[in-house]
């Protein structure tokens, strides 16, 4: 049966779905907590460079319509097998990583907030990372149901708590006069303090590009892939704008920013709403935790199989048991994810560290995905392109997102994230650069003709629908 086409208004919730995640509640309360409303601004800017991602992810989709959406693949005809391996196990295996060790975390401490107060949060994260270990290798979709619901439950939570403090309707007794302490211009340390917050504001729009797997599905792809990331960036820049000036109303700035479980946005539902709130808020956080969680899962043993089969990383990621789950794959994500919590970067005061270095790999590769754009371009003048504006969106994408690595954060703390992202990326380049040389054996920057990279996705799409294993990617 002939799968339905999706709307504009699907790919828009698709996007929205796939952007928002309990971690960005975080970041909002944290930001806003640092600047005050200044974070608005950066929140502005980062909607404005995503959108030139998105511009760069449209194009490619274009020249490369039968590509699944693989950052990987794009780059293989961009810029070769180096960048190619590179990109992927930045932003899809270190990335996920470190960003489930903060969803995960954040779970486990409001679980604890609100049921086992007594019990270290690390072990409540452990308990959900074997549940979800043990899920995933029965090859049960636990969430694949409820997704659509939960996402539901979290951004209909933002713009209804958004809508609730923005206009002063919660309780009185813990309303803030922010203006009071609301730190001016030169206090925030001007444009270079609005500017450094961006990497922040970064991860509230992070993924734009998660619909292009499901761009053979929609009614108008060559509109409505760019037009439904924008907006969905357009629309979450609203809605966060909205919630993050209702939190400054109910929680103090200092409150925001050093909250002591490191969850702003429950210390914020309580003073809004007393113990209800908290029971909402604890709530939809664990729903959505759980949910991002359980699709990293799923969606990161498939990538490194993917990875697998293409020969970039070990065949033994390529192994599944009879239930069709990848498990080496979910076997590693666990112990990485495991090692993590237990260290000290599984406690809730780490979980901002943990996101701003999982950001510095996303930038990376999204760097790389325009330069790739601007070597096509050069490569294959002749297709059929919209939006090219000589360059200057990807130009500028690549200049911004370079600040926003070199000013990830500030003091003590930037020198951690460099600390654990540069030995990251050593043992990163030192793996490509072996594997490419001496098991691949091919030339790391000698790209792949681009329509030699779209037959080559074709064809193996068709395998996949000939053996039955070609399945819709869901969202959330």
Same mark, same amino acid.
């Not at 486990?108 to 107060?117: H, Y």
């Not at 050069?378 to 690595?405: A, E, H, L």
């Given at each position: 049966?002939?799968?339905?086409?999706?709307?504009?208004?699907?790919?828009?919730?698709?996007?929205?779905?796939?952007?928002?995640?309990?971690?960005?509640?975080?970041?909002?309360?944290?930001?806003?907590?640092?600047?005050?409303?200044?974070?608005?601004?950066?929140?502005?800017?980062?909607?404005?460079?995503?959108?030139?991602?998105?511009?760069?992810?449209?194009?490619?989709?274009?020249?490369?319509?039968?590509?699944?959406?693989?950052?990987?693949?794009?780059?293989?005809?961009?810029?070769?097998?180096?960048?190619?391996?590179?990109?992927?196990?930045?932003?899809?295996?270190?990335?996920?990583?470190?960003?489930?060790?903060?969803?995960?975390?954040?779970?486990?401490?409001?679980? %604890?907030? /609100?049921?086992? !107060?007594?019990? @270290?949060?690390?072990?409540?994260?452990?308990?959900? *990372? =074997?549940?979800? $270990?043990? &899920?995933?290798?029965?090859?049960?979709?636990?969430?694949?149901?409820?997704?659509?619901?939960?996402?539901?439950?979290?951004?209909?939570?933002?713009?209804?708590?958004?809508?609730?403090?923005?206009?002063?309707?919660?309780?009185?007794?813990?309303?803030?006069?922010?203006?009071?302490?609301?730190?001016?211009?030169?206090?925030?340390?001007?444009?270079?303090?609005?500017?450094?917050?961006?990497?922040?504001?970064?991860?509230?729009?992070?993924?734009?590009?998660?619909?292009?797997?499901?761009? %053979?599905? /929609?009614?108008? !792809?060559?509109? @409505?892939?760019?037009?439904?990331?924008?907006?969905? *960036? =357009?629309?979450? $820049?609203? &809605?966060?704008?909205?919630?993050?000036?209702?939190?400054?109303?109910?929680?103090?700035?200092?409150?925001?920013?050093?909250?002591?479980?490191?969850?702003?946005?429950?210390?914020?539902?309580?003073?809004?709403?007393?113990?209800?709130?908290?029971?909402?808020?604890?709530?939809?956080?664990?729903?959505?935790?759980?949910?991002?969680?359980?699709?990293?899962?799923?969606?990161?043993?498939?990538?490194?199989?993917?990875?697998?089969?293409?020969?970039?990383?070990?065949?033994?990621?390529?192994?599944?048991?009879?239930?069709?789950?990848?498990?080496?794959?979910?076997?590693?994500?666990?112990?990485?994810?495991?090692?993590?919590?237990?260290?000290?970067?599984?406690?809730?005061?780490?979980?901002?560290?943990?996101?701003?270095?999982?950001?510095?790999?996303?930038?990376?590769?999204?760097?790389?995905?325009?330069?790739?754009?601007?070597?096509?371009?050069?490569?294959?003048?002749?297709?059929?392109?919209?939006?090219?504006?000589?360059?200057?969106?990807?130009?500028?994408?690549?200049?911004?997102?370079?600040?926003?690595?070199?000013?990830?954060?500030?003091?003590?703390?930037?020198?951690?994230?460099?600390?654990?992202?540069?030995?990251?990326?050593?043992?990163?380049?030192?793996?490509?650069?072996?594997?490419?040389?001496?098991?691949?054996?091919?030339?790391?920057?000698?790209?792949?003709?681009?329509?030699?990279?779209?037959?080559?996705?074709?064809?193996?799409?068709?395998?996949?629908?000939?053996?039955?294993?070609?399945?819709?990617?869901?969202?959330?």
């Amino acid at each position: 049966m002939q799968q339905k086409k999706l709307g504009l208004f699907s790919a828009v919730a698709i996007n929205v779905g796939l952007i928002v995640a309990t971690s960005c509640l975080v970041s909002l309360g944290t930001g806003m907590g640092s600047i005050g409303r200044w974070f608005i601004i950066p929140l502005f800017l980062v909607v404005i460079l995503n959108s030139f991602v998105g511009l760069s992810f449209a194009e490619l989709n274009q020249l490369m319509p039968d590509v699944d959406g693989g950052t990987g693949q794009y780059l293989l005809a961009g810029m070769g097998p180096m960048a190619s391996m590179m990109g992927n196990l930045s932003a899809y295996v270190i990335t996920q990583i470190l960003s489930l060790t903060a969803e995960i975390t954040l779970c486990g401490t409001v679980i %604890k907030q /609100l049921f086992f !107060p007594q019990i @270290d949060n690390r072990i409540i994260s452990m308990i959900l *990372l =074997v549940v979800f $270990l043990f &899920v995933n290798i029965k090859g049960v979709d636990l969430f694949a149901k409820v997704q659509d619901i939960v996402v539901v439950l979290l951004v209909g939570s933002m713009i209804l708590l958004g809508i609730i403090s923005f206009f002063k309707l919660g309780n009185p007794a813990h309303l803030v006069d922010y203006s009071a302490s609301a730190p001016t211009f030169s206090q925030i340390g001007g444009m270079k303090g609005i500017m450094n917050s961006m990497a922040l504001a970064f991860w509230l729009f992070i993924g734009v590009e998660f619909i292009i797997p499901q761009a %053979k599905n /929609l009614k108008n !792809p060559k509109r @409505d892939v760019l037009l439904s990331m924008i907006v969905a *960036l =357009v629309l979450l $820049l609203i &809605v966060q704008a909205f919630l993050g000036c209702g939190m400054t109303n109910y929680v103090s700035l200092k409150g925001l920013a050093n909250d002591p479980q490191s969850t702003p946005h429950i210390t914020f539902a309580i003073n809004l709403l007393g113990m209800p709130g908290k029971v909402w808020m604890g709530i939809v956080t664990i729903l959505a935790g759980i949910s991002t969680v359980n699709t990293g899962y799923a969606s990161l043993s498939k990538i490194m199989q993917g990875m697998s089969e293409a020969g970039m990383v070990p065949k033994v990621f390529s192994r599944t048991n009879k239930n069709n789950a990848a498990y080496v794959g979910l076997i590693f994500m666990s112990v990485a994810v495991g090692i993590l919590v237990v260290s000290g970067m599984g406690k809730a005061q780490a979980v901002t560290f943990l996101i701003l270095s999982g950001s510095c790999f996303w930038l990376f590769t999204y760097c790389l995905v325009h330069i790739s754009v601007l070597i096509l371009r050069k490569k294959y003048p002749d297709r059929s392109r919209r939006f090219t504006m000589k360059g200057i969106p990807q130009i500028i994408g690549i200049i911004g997102n370079v600040y926003m690595i070199a000013n990830i954060s500030t003091g003590a703390d930037r020198i951690r994230i460099y600390e654990l992202c540069g030995v990251l990326f050593v043992v990163l380049v030192t793996y490509c650069s072996i594997w490419i040389r001496f098991v691949m054996k091919v030339k790391p920057f000698a790209a792949m003709d681009m329509d030699e990279v779209n037959r080559k996705a074709l064809s193996y799409e068709e395998e996949e629908e000939r053996i039955g294993l070609r399945r819709p990617v869901s969202a959330g």
